[in-house]
């Protein structure tokens, strides 16, 4: 129950600096994606089964606040979600950059899915805003992801 | 039907069971897609839920961090202060020059303007909103603002400020609302050069500038040219100020001349914003 209320408050502070911090964090003109790093890192923490619960649940209020076509971030986040911990395998010793790595890793399969996906739905793509999001979206969200996950991993243990 | 509930309050299930539900929610989301491809009043519904308990946050964090922002944009401009003060030391000399002039234009056009009845701009109520949040990605561009149906806003509206026109009300919940910019990929206004009168359509590109799209080959225009709002299609008003033209070309495999528009407004220092409450075509 503690981690369920947990998740909504974070999936709600979580939407609110979305739409207001994250615009003045630019990158090469890209913005951090908050949502993502939060659904990563909490998958990270607490298993499979919450990776797909809360990446679907942070995609729908994201595709109804941001989103174009309902349903797309509720997808890419529950596969980046689920994708996470199978890299996350990949590695067999417990470092602080690993989550960072794969959220490198996820970012890059986030911003293929969103791009093929919403361009096969009609969508235009800006080569010039797709080619800084390859390079530039995995790094923010890798440098943030360093900051905020043993935050959140530490409030993880307390509710385990 | 007990440990299933603990179950899932506790978030923790076998992991054969984890696939089954991955695979029910991915077809859950080819089923929202489909649903909103087709039913496109789907999203602006939920929009307005969601709003109504994201926003009160947004306007929390806004309040928070605004101070911060101006300190970091003060100190930005700081750079450049000096070679700016003597600029504008300059303009005010002529300025000061140039009011003496408009006052006395100014009073000739009171006159008039009491000789004809009120102007076209009196005629329009505004309504003063602070934006709270923005969404600004390759698919869209948009503004939370916090004025919603209880406020008498409602979908539609035109929303500009001082600068000139900022874009339209998109959707509505009843303390907030969602202003799509005129920036957005999929945003279309009618428009007109101030001084030839000729019209076409400014659309978005997604990034900071605009296209000014439906305008034949054989008119002539030029760089710095005002694009102001036609009226056309009964959303805006006529004579709103959309941008200057900064860049025209006329290429051989288009049907019209490709001219590109730098938005009248800086969208990234917006923080307030005037709906037009009672504007009917």
């Given amino acids: ?160 | 039907m007990r440990e299933v509930y603990k179950k899932v309050m506790t978030l923790s299930v076998p992991r054969r069971q984890n696939k089954i539900i991955l695979g029910i929610l991915i077809v859950l989301c080819i089923v929202l897609a489909s649903f909103n491809l087709k039913y496109q009043n789907i999203l602006p519904a939920g929009k307005s839920i969601i709003l109504e308990v994201v926003s009160p946050l947004q306007k929390a964090v806004t309040f928070l961090i605004n101070p911060f922002i101006k300190s970091i944009k003060t100190i930005n401009k700081l750079s450049g202060i000096l070679e700016e003060n003597r600029i504008l030391t300059e303009k005010v000399n002529t300025l000061l020059k140039e009011n003496i002039y408009l006052k006395e234009l100014e009073r000739e056009n009171r006159e008039l303007r009491e000789l004809l009845g009120s102007s076209y701009y009196e005629k329009f109520e505004v309504k003063l909103a602070k934006v709270i949040g923005k969404n600004r990605t390759d698919w869209k561009n948009s503004f939370f603002i916090d004025k919603g149906t209880n406020h008498n806003i409602k979908i539609n509206m035109s929303v500009i400020n001082q600068s000139g026109l900022i874009g339209k009300i998109i959707t509505t919940s009843r303390n907030f609302s969602e202003v799509k910019l005129i920036t957005d990929p999929n945003s279309s206004v009618a428009a007109m050069v101030q001084d030839s009168r000729k019209t076409g359509i400014i659309q978005g590109t997604g990034g900071n500038t605009l296209k000014f799209d439906l305008v034949s080959k054989e008119v002539e225009m030029d760089t710095g040219d005002i694009i102001i709002t036609s009226g056309l299609g009964g959303i805006f008003p006529e004579g709103i100020q959309v941008g200057r033209v900064f860049d025209i070309r006329n290429l051989d495999y288009e049907l019209y001349k490709n001219i590109k528009i730098l938005p009248a407004c800086n969208f990234d220092d917006i923080e307030e914003v005037l709906i037009i409450t009672n504007f009917t075509h």
């Fill in chain 1, 1 to 160: 129950m503690k981690k369920f209320f947990f998740s909504l408050f974070l999936l709600l502070i979580t939407l609110a600096i979305q739409s207001t911090i994250t615009n003045y964090i630019l990158v090469g003109g890209i913005q951090l994606n908050l949502i993502l790093v939060i659904v990563i890192s909490t998958s990270l923490i607490f298993g499979e089964f919450f990776a797909i619960i809360f990446g679907f649940f942070a995609g729908i209020c994201s595709d109804f606040l941001f989103g174009h076509i309902l349903g797309l971030f509720a997808f890419v986040n529950m596969i980046s979600a689920f994708i996470s911990l199978k890299v996350k395998r990949f590695f067999t010793q417990e470092h602080y950059i690993v989550p960072a790595i794969v959220m490198i890793i996820v970012t890059e399969i986030w911003v293929f899915l969103t791009y093929i996906i919403s361009f096969s739905l009609g969508g235009e793509v800006i080569q010039g805003n797709l080619i800084n999001k390859i390079i530039y979206q995995p790094l923010i969200n890798g440098l943030v992801m360093l900051i905020i996950h043993p935050m959140i991993k530490k409030i993880g243990s307390l509710l385990k």
